[in-house]
């Protein structure tokens, strides 16, 4: 397809599983972007790859979750021993560049509940 | 508080009225991006603003930058359902990340 495209749509998981969340940018994009959203607020910045580089991990909420972007297209995130914290939608988007001159397209999010 | 605010944080309206929705920057706004979004789906891009004094336009929405106020409005013409939804600003920030506010629920009536 032509949008970023995410999967699952919908995961849910028992506190302290670990998950895996997909991402799949635009064709040609090079960055990508991991956002968190909760439920009523608008989405938080996880991090940042310019290709296969993380340059930004700032935003990751703990040593429990990690991001890779091995061949600089498709990205995965990664939350470990998972907690009823980490339950929100998590949101991918890319953009041609990184310089702030381009639009972020986002894709339609992976909704995870930890029960 | 949050880095950016928006106003109101919900609204309803009668179908073909106008209505405005604000954004707030408590930092200097070095670009500014409104994405509209529906429940259960992603952001939808609607515009980026990157000058002081910037105007922009698409079908019924308009968008305007005050750089100097740290402030962007996006006002929509004779509103549609269409248009209902999340309407959320984001603002660039160093590195190329965005910030967000939390939101405006728009809700139109027909």
């Known amino acids: 397809g032509a949008g970023v495209s995410q999967s699952p749509r919908y995961k849910v998981a028992k506190r302290g599983q670990d998950v895996a969340l997909r991402c799949d940018p635009i064709?040609?994009?090079?960055?990508l972007f991991w956002y968190q959203q909760a439920l009523g607020q608008g989405p938080e910045f996880l991090t940042y790859?310019?290709?296969?580089?993380?340059?930004?991990k700032s935003g990751l909420p703990s040593d429990r979750f990690f991001a890779e972007r091995p061949e600089g297209s498709v990205s995965t995130l990664k939350i470990q021993r998972t907690q009823q914290e980490d339950s929100a939608v998590y949101l991918c988007?890319?953009?041609?560049?990184?310089?702030?001159?381009?639009?972020?397209?986002f894709g339609d999010g992976t909704r995870l509940s930890i029960l | 508080s949050q880095e950016l605010e928006q106003s109101p944080q919900s609204l309803i309206v009668q179908e073909g009225k106008n209505l405005t929705i604000n954004c707030t920057s408590s930092?200097?706004?070095?670009?500014l991006y409104w994405y509209k979004q529906k429940y259960g789906e992603g952001l939808i891009f609607l515009m980026m603003?990157?000058?002081?004094?910037e105007e922009k336009s698409h079908e019924k929405i308009t968008a305007k930058l005050d750089e100097k106020k740290q402030q962007s409005s996006l006002h929509i013409t004779a509103s549609q359902p269409s248009h209902a939804g999340i309407y959320l600003c984001?603002?660039?920030?160093?590195?190329?990340?965005?910030?967000f506010g939390a939101g405006t629920i728009l809700r139109v009536k027909s």
């Open positions: 988007a890319s953009s041609l560049v990184g310089n702030g001159n381009q639009p972020q397209h």
């Open positions: 064709s040609g994009h090079v960055s």
């Open positions: 790859f310019q290709n296969e580089a993380q340059l930004d």
């Open positions: 930092k200097t706004l070095y670009g």
């Open positions: 603003l990157q000058k002081g004094g």
């Open positions: 984001g603002a660039g920030r160093y590195g190329n990340k965005l910030v």
